[in-house]
């Protein structure tokens, strides 16, 4: 061929182990940014996993995302807020104009100092939140907290979550049964009930659902059907809020590098995240956050409400 060229995307790797084409793919190519790709360094963490042990670590500063003041001055609660999709979320909200709650487990102090100072960096407060979504009266403090501390609540982020891949049902233990339903859909609810008293009208509530509660998923038996529940949460919270002005969405990513990977699969399986993906390779938290913004955003979103918004990388399920 002239000149030497060669049809096939040359790799190279990234200091910290992961892949990138040296001529960006056609999706890289439409929004000219760069993103990780299978295989990354085989690696497992002890639950509940820290984004700052990651390799390579999970983009969330969205670089080409510039804020246009569509969240001035509103106040978010975002769950799950210390790393992965929460930390990108809590990140492009005060980007936005937003100050931010942020509530994590204490195990994840690490990781929730850094997303305050990533919120305290766009020039707005961060408040710090140290609980678990699965007791109803942390999550009423929590909102009290924010209330008291940043003086109003008007966006709720239930995205807290909870996985653990199983082979069988008979695998499944009550236990672990048990924690996946308090976390991920309990967790909302206590949420929510919790949130709406101080809710006005142009409040939003916006969900994390996921493909596997649209599909399934025969190792996440638990998992899915949680996220399947929090679909129709969002659709029947929707019709019971839309005559108080307030609106219910759900964003269901596919597959994104957070650490809920890397504390639920072997190391083999977690350097393949998400390769089976049209795009081949996972979301990064960054890319899913602006579906996060849009719900929230008035200037959006204002007669959105009871939609589930699947971000699957080239996919074309649809709920």
């Known amino acids: 061929m002239a000149g030497g060229t060669n049809s096939r995307r040359k790799q190279n790797s990234r200091k910290d182990g992961a892949k990138i084409h040296q001529f960006p793919s056609p999706e890289e190519r439409s929004h000219g940014q760069r993103q ?27 670089p080409l995302y510039k804020g246009s003041e569509k969240l001035k001055d509103k106040v978010a609660l975002v769950t799950g807020g210390d790393s992965g999709i929460g930390r990108a979320v809590a990140v492009l909200y005060a980007r ?14 690490r990781d929730a100092e850094e ?5 305290q960096n766009e020039g707005r407060r961060a408040l710090l939140l140290p609980g678990n979504v699965t007791d109803s009266d942390f999550c009423r403090e929590a909102v009290e907290t924010t209330l008291v501390e940043l003086g109003a609540l008007d966006i709720l982020v239930n995205n807290a979550a909870f996985q653990q891949h199983q082979e069988g049902l008979e695998k499944i233990t009550e236990e672990q049964w048990d924690r996946t339903f308090r976390t991920n859909i309990y967790g909302y609810f206590y949420m929510a009930k919790a949130a709406l008293p101080y809710l006005q009208p142009g409040s939003a509530i916006v969900n994390c659902g996921s493909v ?3 599909r399934g998923n025969k190792q996440l038996l638990d998992y899915a059907s949680t996220k399947g ?9 929707a019709q019971n809020l839309v005559q108080r002005g307030i609106r219910v969405n759900c964003v269901a990513p596919g597959p994104v590098w957070t650490p809920l990977n890397v504390v639920d699969q072997p190391p083999e399986k977690v350097a393949k995240h998400g390769e089976k993906a049209p795009f081949e390779r996972p ?4 890319e899913v956050a602006p579906a996060f913004v849009f719900f929230a955003s008035d200037a959006d979103s204002s007669y959105i409400t009871g939609e589930v918004l699947t971000l699957l990388g080239g996919e074309t399920t649809a709920a």
């Open 36 to 62: 990780p790709r299978p295989p990354f360094p085989p690696q497992q963490q002890r639950r509940p996993g820290l984004e700052s042990k990651m390799r390579p670590r999970p983009q969330y500063n969205a």
């Open 96 to 109: 936005e104009g937003a100050d931010v709650a942020i509530v994590y487990l204490p195990e994840e102090q």
């Open 115 to 119: 997303t305050k100072r990533a919120v």
């Open 212 to 214: 596997t509660g649209l």
């Open 229 to 237: 529940a929090i679909h129709a949460f969002t659709k029947s919270l």
């Open 283 to 286: 979301a990064q938290p960054e």
